[in-house]
C-alpha cells in the first residue's frame, strides 16, 4: 500500500507542476485575444477591458483544467491499479 501512496503523492505534485504551466499558459493566451479584440472594438479602457475578460476566463479556466488536469489522470491511474489487482 506504501508504493501506491508514494506514485500518488509523486503523480500529485507532477500534476501540480503541469496545472501551474497549463493555467499561465492560457492565461496569457486569453489576454493576447482579449487584447487583440479590444484593438479591433475599442470598447473603454484597455486595462479594464482586459481585466475584466480575464476575470469571467479564469472560473471557467479553473474548472476545465481541475478536471483534465488532476480528475482524469488520477482517475485512469485508480483504474488501472484496481483492474490489476489481485
Same mark, same amino acid.
Given at each position: 500500500?506504501?508504493?501506491?501512496?508514494?506514485?500518488?503523492?509523486?503523480?500529485?505534485?507532477?500534476?501540480?507542476?503541469?496545472?501551474?504551466?497549463?493555467?499561465?499558459?492560457?492565461?496569457?493566451?486569453?489576454?493576447? !485575444? =482579449?487584447?487583440?479584440?479590444?484593438?479591433? $472594438?475599442?470598447?473603454?479602457?484597455? %486595462? /479594464?477591458?482586459?481585466?475584466?475578460?480575464?476575470?469571467?476566463?479564469?472560473?471557467?479556466?479553473?474548472?476545465?483544467?481541475?478536471?483534465?488536469?488532476? !480528475? =482524469?489522470?488520477?482517475?485512469?491511474?485508480? $483504474?488501472?491499479?484496481?483492474?490489476? %489487482? /489481485?
Amino acid at each position: 500500500m506504501l508504493p501506491i501512496l508514494r506514485l500518488m503523492l509523486f503523480a500529485f505534485a507532477v500534476l501540480t507542476a503541469i496545472y501551474v504551466c497549463l493555467s499561465l499558459y492560457a492565461r496569457d493566451r486569453r489576454r493576447e !485575444a =482579449l487584447e487583440t479584440e479590444w484593438h479591433r $472594438l475599442k470598447v473603454g479602457e484597455k %486595462d /479594464d477591458y482586459v481585466r475584466d475578460g480575464l476575470v469571467a476566463y479564469q472560473g471557467t479556466l479553473r474548472r476545465h483544467l481541475l478536471g483534465w488536469v488532476y !480528475a =482524469l489522470p488520477l482517475s485512469l491511474l485508480l $483504474l488501472a491499479i484496481w483492474m490489476t %489487482d /489481485d
